[in-house]
């Protein structure tokens, strides 16, 4: 069974840097694509970034792109996005994803095809 652990939430002042990691277990991790979603409060749940197994390719929300960093240590199971210049809007719970099927060494699956999350980690930034 496939277990994702979240950790790197916290409080920061808007400007400012975390980094987020998921950790996961229970499958050959280097064989699939990940991805990270978040949850802001009273709205749905956003696809963020993914990552290819191969980490050749990557994916952003325009809303993030060239502020958040989505990579992946396949040695270590381990799957990281960097967040810089936080703003409040930044402000949700953020959730490690895995894709129920193996995927090619490029590919990165449609957002919808993410079954598996993690337990979130809550991420605060205040203005």
């Known amino acids: 069974q496939v277990q994702l652990v979240e950790s790197g939430g916290g409080l920061v002042q808007a400007g400012g840097s975390l980094r987020l990691s998921c950790t996961a277990s229970?499958?050959?991790?280097?064989?699939?694509?990940m991805g990270w979603f978040r949850q802001a409060p009273g709205k749905e749940r956003e696809f963020v970034a993914a990552i290819s197994r191969s980490s050749g390719s990557t994916y952003y929300v325009p809303s993030v792109k060239g502020r958040f960093t989505i990579s992946r240590d396949n040695a270590r199971n381990t799957v990281f996005l960097q967040m810089n210049s936080l703003n409040p809007d930044d402000t949700a719970v953020y959730y490690c994803?895995?894709?129920?099927?193996?995927?090619?060494?490029?590919?990165?699956?449609?957002?919808?095809?993410?079954?598996?999350w993690g337990q979130g980690t809550q991420v605060t930034v205040s203005s």
């Open positions: 229970g499958r050959t991790f280097s064989s699939y694509a």
């Open positions: 994803a895995a894709p129920s099927r193996v995927s090619s060494f490029w590919e990165i699956p449609p957002t919808t095809e993410y079954p598996y």
